[in-house]
């Protein structure tokens, strides 16, 4: 079974230039998630989704940051424009269960983002 | 606001001592406890977790956690560590609220195992 996808694997950027990290889920899975994880700390919840419906965005800076999931399978994240404090792992999850009840999710190998 | 806690950020240890890795959560409702690792190289990944029951879990390699729900820790522990063992642990949360489920993650400890 594939698991989470997610591209790029590094990404290099000036301030103020836009960026987008895509992600696709597990097969099946309808929730998705998007975490951030700043070095030396652990991920932290940027938005979540059931299928193409956001149902928990409020830690999602929403200035700068926008997600979509069209057709409820992959997801884009998009940072513009990007700032030095956003350099960071960008993860994407994915979980079988509604809200992510059992607490399994299933992780991408994520993107680095470095903002110079 | 919901906090998970993990005290010890940098554990050094040769191979075949025991571990124990601290967490601690302040939230007193119900919750789902979960330990993930990340080995070098790769992604998060499910080592163990607790819903109900038995307090002590068994997770993989080896692996088990101990749920004391009267001093809000969920500490793992292993009796001998090898060098595979060698990774990045995360203790994280599942707070319920309403109907909200939200997975809160620890800042992690980074296990280094000397051979």
């Known amino acids: 079974e594939a698991g989470v996808v997610q591209s790029p694997r590094y990404k290099i950027i000036e301030k103020k230039q836009p960026v987008a990290f895509w992600c696709n889920p597990i097969?099946?899975?309808?929730?998705l998630y998007w975490y951030r994880q700043n070095l030396g700390q652990g991920p932290e919840l940027l938005i979540r989704?059931?299928?193409?419906?956001?149902?928990?965005d409020s830690q999602l800076p929403k200035d700068r940051f926008s997600a979509e999931r069209l057709k409820g399978v992959d997801s884009t994240l998009k940072i513009q424009p990007a700032e030095l404090g956003d350099s960071a792992v960008y993860l994407c999850?994915?979980?079988?269960?509604?809200?992510?009840?059992?607490?399994?999710?299933?992780f991408g190998e994520g993107s680095r983002l470095t903002v110079l | 606001a919901q906090s998970v806690s993990q005290h010890n950020h940098h554990v050094i240890l040769s191979e075949a001592a025991s571990l124990e890795l601290g967490c601690n959560y302040s939230?007193?409702?119900?919750?789902?406890l979960f330990w993930y690792v990340q080995y070098p190289g790769q992604h998060l990944q499910l080592l163990l977790k607790?819903?109900?029951?038995?307090?002590l879990v068994k997770g993989i390699k080896g692996f088990e956690a101990e749920f004391i729900k009267s001093k809000f820790s969920f500490n793992l522990r292993k009796p001998s560590v090898q060098w595979s063992d060698t990774a990045e642990y995360f203790c994280?949360?599942?707070?319920?609220?309403?109907?909200?489920?939200?997975?809160?993650f620890g800042s992690g400890t980074q296990l280094t195992v000397l051979p």
């Open positions: 999850a994915s979980s079988l269960e509604s809200g992510g009840a059992s607490g399994e999710l299933f």
């Open positions: 607790y819903f109900s029951g038995d307090p």
């Open positions: 939230y007193g409702g119900t919750v789902n």
């Open positions: 994280a949360v599942t707070l319920f609220s309403g109907s909200a489920r939200q997975l809160t």
């Open positions: 989704y059931e299928n193409e419906e956001a149902v928990d």
């Open positions: 097969s099946g899975h309808n929730t």
